[in-house]
């Protein structure tokens, strides 16, 4: 059995626990939620001031210029390119996950259209547990398109689904739910030799585990900023197109941002070369600012190793969490939800309850989040628990999460299911954002 003081000595032996300076996180709290939203970097509030008094205050409409914001987006995004794989050049910071997805998805099923003279490449395959918004957005284009979406319950249901009927198959790297990570070298290998291409969403993977768009030859990738890359609530997100397909059509969110020569204000649009044109309007300064600070908290590691050493870190991590959760709560009906093999999972952990207490997953997370464990929950499906169960979630962000951290937090899922906290009524409210 793995003692406290086991997990102090792993964390006075990490290289990487000085990262944990670069953040500010509210004493006494166990930050288990950065695969939702990430802690907010020590240099972030410092760097949006100057922006609101410097940038904005004193230099007013000049700092375009000066202060260099219209390279924003292609600046961030070349840094965000070394963390997922991509060339200088390749990538940008633009818009939301969601607008990002509608642009490249929208490319790609063109694309597929152009190359398909017979016209039989018109289904979109899925997962039915991939983000809702991804989901919405692919059923949107499809009906756009005269397409079909097709979902499927299990991975093991994609193979037989790559045949000369696939058009795109769009999946998340990593499991939002679950967690589990997909290979997404091999799987957009399968996809292209069956004649389709494919679109990631990296919203769990950047930041968390090692990428390699280019070595993937994956076709198009968006992403978000303000999970693991730390941006702050809202953040931009990112957008990446392989350099063979970034020049073959227009993105369909045509703004002026994105045009050749935006400043020519000419009537008529011309798309800019590249990964310019997935821009669209005006980038939002401020927060664009503040997430340059969070992926520099990433680039910080790389002196000691980079992402190999930060993936190094949350394997260890989520291993022992899994097995504590499982030796100390086991009992009372916790278990692992998320693979156990180190690589088909992401960064976290994913528990359920076994009946009785099946149905208390929620309560049990506002228990902990009131003791300073803070993690989230994410409901299952009321007639397939058995299938679909109520998920909740922890996500281990190795700059900041240590090893002590690990089994404080067991120690305390422990003490909420044994005192039964869980029932009182407070914890069984919901509340608007679960």
């Known amino acids: 059995m793995t003692t406290r003081q086991d997990c102090l000595a792993l964390d006075a032996a990490d290289p990487l626990a000085p990262l944990k300076d670069q953040f500010s996180l509210p004493a006494g709290t166990l930050y288990l939620d950065g695969n939702s939203l990430g802690a907010m970097p020590?240099?972030?509030?410092?760097?949006?001031q100057q922006v609101i008094a410097d940038e904005w205050g004193r230099d007013l409409i000049k700092s375009w210029n000066t202060a260099g914001w219209m390279d924003l987006p292609g600046r961030i995004g070349d840094k965000i390119g070394r963390l997922i794989g991509a060339a200088p050049g390749e990538t940008i910071v633009a818009d939301s996950t969601s607008l990002n997805l509608y642009k490249v998805l929208s490319a790609a099923l063109r694309i597929v259209q152009a190359d398909d003279a017979a016209g039989r490449r018109t289904v979109i395959v899925s997962e039915r547990s991939n983000f809702p918004t991804d989901l919405y957005i692919a059923e949107s284009l499809a009906q756009q398109h005269g397409m079909t979406l097709h979902l499927v319950d299990h991975v093991d249901e994609i193979?037989?689904?790559?045949?000369d009927r696939l058009a795109v198959l769009m999946l998340t790297e990593v499991n939002y739910r679950t967690g589990r990570k997909h290979d997404m070298k091999a799987v957009t290998a399968a996809a292209h030799a069956a004649g389709a291409l494919t679109v990631w969403d990296l919203a769990h993977s950047a930041g968390a585990i090692p990428v390699d768009l280019n070595g993937a030859d994956a076709d198009f990738a968006i992403g978000c900023g303000y999970k693991y890359l730390n941006g702050g609530p809202g953040a931009p997100?990112?957008?990446?197109?392989?350099?063979?397909?970034?020049?073959?059509?227009?993105q369909p969110l045509s703004?002026?941002?994105?045009?050749?020569?935006?400043?020519?204000?000419?009537?008529?649009y011309r798309p800019a070369a590249g990964i310019k044109?997935?821009?669209?309007?005006?980038?939002?300064?401020?927060?664009?600012?503040?997430?340059?600070?969070?992926v520099d908290t990433l680039l910080a590691a790389e002196p000691f190793g980079g992402?190999?050493?930060?993936?190094?870190?949350?394997?260890?991590?989520?291993?022992?969490?899994?097995?504590?959760?499982?030796?100390?709560?086991?009992a009372q009906g916790v278990h692992v939800v998320s693979p156990r093999e180190a690589a088909l999972r992401g960064s976290q952990v994913c528990l359920a309850?076994?009946?009785?207490?099946?149905?208390a997953g929620y309560a049990v997370v506002q228990a902990l989040i009131e003791r300073g464990v803070i993690g989230d929950f994410r409901a299952g499906d009321p007639a397939r628990l058995d299938q679909v169960p109520h998920i909740l979630r922890f996500g281990f962000t190795p700059l900041y999460i240590g090893f002590a951290d690990v089994w404080d937090a067991v120690e305390h899922l422990h003490q909420v299911l044994a005192s039964g906290e869980w029932r009182e009524a407070r914890f069984n409210t919901k509340a608007a954002v679960t």
């Open 42 to 48: 020590k240099a972030t509030a410092a760097r949006v």
């Open 159 to 163: 193979p037989a689904l790559l045949n």
């Open 237 to 250: 997100a990112f957008v990446w197109a392989h350099p063979r397909h970034a020049d073959r059509f227009w």
């Open 255 to 268: 703004g002026w941002l994105g045009h050749a020569s935006p400043f020519q204000f000419t009537s008529n």
């Open 277 to 294: 044109r997935y821009i669209c309007g005006t980038p939002a300064i401020l927060s664009t600012a503040a997430l340059e600070c969070g």
């Open 307 to 330: 992402m190999g050493a930060l993936r190094e870190k949350s394997i260890a991590l989520t291993e022992l969490f899994a097995r504590l959760a499982e030796e100390r709560c086991g």
């Open 353 to 359: 309850l076994k009946a009785p207490l099946h149905e």
